[in-house]
């Protein structure tokens, strides 16, 4: 796979400085083709080499179990920065920078921003080191550029999955947001948390464009999903397992308040929050989820019943109105 | 769900006894849909009820991880007998027994055993507690009845997906196997296991059936996996990461032996073998599964690639003749 610097001399170097013996590579769905290559390297220092074969979407999802089960002495990350406070097993992040130049694109997506002068920038790990050279494209297109620190995310300008708080931070600076990267999905979570209008700039695809229609949709589609919770009588809470998404304390808070207001909860434990699994508790009419907030809103028309975020349970519950809920942004944990 | 003995007052009473603050329900696909309602009756000790919505086919699955990641004192699980030696939390094993008879479907089914005399039986353990009426039944016909026990699982004649000792033992003292229970899965692991005739009486469809004819086809569709792997350069040799499907060692020796025949092998960490996970490793021609032995019979049909068993493996490299692997059955490890 061309395009990402893997590090695989940084990486022999760490793992024969460090000694491991047993080592578990943990790659996203994108960057997992890499796997047996990036065994193969690894094994070269005479470590155990083994790869995850299980999804993963984020360092939220750290296989920290997994390696505990195999005795695993070392985890490489590869694809996300650093997420979780603590790691109990020595964890290398191996971040995938791009290595293709994301200049021509921007320019390209120039004519799209037409309309406003002060721009925000976002982008994933694997372009933060191309933001200097984004900003002075916009600058020399007289645009003002903001990047946002809120300091919960390791690089100014980074978002992940599931949180925006850099974007967030800037929404009242700018008119606008670019986003710099491959994909809807990270542009529609800027979108979703800003509500400002967002173009995508996609340096794999050299295709730019806006997501706000699909923004939109999204938000309508949340509407009718509460709408629709709003008439169930019995609910499901979701506890998601993996290190970053277990939030038992909010889900016991929210089926509290369900039973409050005259509804029937239950708990339940999740790895895979996929629709096959909730598909087989056919008395539960919808969901609330604690554990990854992106999936609702990606997955909403794959998913049989409303599985709701906590802040759409709290509207529901009329603990908080729609605007407030929009203006938090959809993702406000 | 009606048929099943849930056993919800012992339940109740053992939580109280063990004054468990914090309890885990797990239950396989099939019992699935009680899990809320059984929730309920647990909450009336007091526990904090939390119900696994992950996959579960075995006891070989007990959710040890899942509890100690939620601070859980106490596992439920539903629909299995103990299968673990050992387990790090308290666990309950609620058998759900069948509260249906079985005596109509087995005499319904004696014209399909008239070529046979000796006749083993084989159940699941939610019907372990009719053998003694069925043996009488078949007695009754003129058929001598063998129920094998080879110490390996709870009960006499009790066959589980992956394990099928208690027929095994038996397989020369008897003609042909009557299997007592719901659905083709575990007479089909009768059938391939013994490579002798196998009649179903399923007492909930109220259906009798032989299940040669799909033993002998998922048999010739193994060979034609083996046939294909031997040609595959890149193995991937699959690791379980289940408490009772972690086999580090085998896999270990597996990659070695592969290796030596100067095929590339990468070992992957995996908790459910399933196409999806498989197929992003596209370099990957074909595998090697050291975790649940019913996977790659099962499920042939929706795998990309051969999945081969430790002794297809064996075969595949001449250590193992294709009469012998038949000999010792399918699953045997």
């Known amino acids: 796979m061309r395009g990402y610097d893997f590090e695989e001399e940084r990486v022999k170097q760490e793992v024969l400085r460090i000694g491991a013996k047993r080592v578990l590579l943990q790659l996203p769905e994108g960057l997992k083709p890499e796997g047996p290559r990036l065994a193969k390297v690894v094994e070269k220092t005479g470590a155990v080499t083994i790869v995850s074969a299980d999804p993963c979407y984020g360092a939220c999802d750290l296989a920290i179990k997994e390696a505990e089960g195999l005795g695993v002495d070392l985890i490489i990350h590869y ?33 799209l921003l037409k309309g406003w002068r002060r721009i925000g920038l976002a982008t994933t790990v694997q372009h933060v080191q191309a933001l200097d050279s984004v900003r002075e494209t916009l600058v020399r297109a007289e645009k003002t550029v903001v990047v946002g620190d809120a300091g919960r995310l390791e690089y100014p300008g980074q978002v992940i999955g599931c949180n925006y708080s850099n974007v967030k931070s800037i ?17 529609l979570g800027v979108a979703l948390s800003t509500m400002k209008p ?44 993996k290190p970053g998404q277990r939030r038992l304390d909010q889900a016991l808070r929210l089926k509290l308040k369900l039973e409050r207001k005259g509804k029937v ?13 909730l598909s087989e508790f056919p008395t539960v009419g919808a969901y609330v989820n604690t554990a990854c907030p992106r999936l609702s809103i990606e997955d909403a028309q794959r998913f049989d019943v409303p599985v709701l975020s906590k802040n759409e349970v709290l509207v ?10 929009c203006r938090k942004g959809l993702f406000e944990s």
């Open 171 to 187: 929404v009242k600076d700018v008119d606008a947001f670019l986003y710099v990267g491959g994909g809807r999905f990270h542009a």
């Open 198 to 241: 967002t173009v995508v700039a996609d340096p794999y695809s050299c295709e730019v464009f806006s997501v706000d229609d699909e923004a939109e949709k999204a938000t309508r589609q949340r509407w009718r999903s509460l709408k629709v919770a709003q008439k169930v009588k019995t609910f499901g809470v979701l506890v998601g397992l």
């Open 79 to 111: 694809g996300h920065s650093k997420l979780l406070k603590y790691e109990p097993v020595p964890t290398i992040y191996v971040e995938a920078r791009a290595v293709l130049s994301v200049i021509d694109v921007v320019e390209k997506a120039l004519p």
């Open 316 to 325: 529901m519950l009329g603990e908080m109105s729609w605007e407030e809920f």
């Open 265 to 277: 909860a239950c708990l339940f434990a999740i790895n895979e929050v996929v629709p096959e699994a």
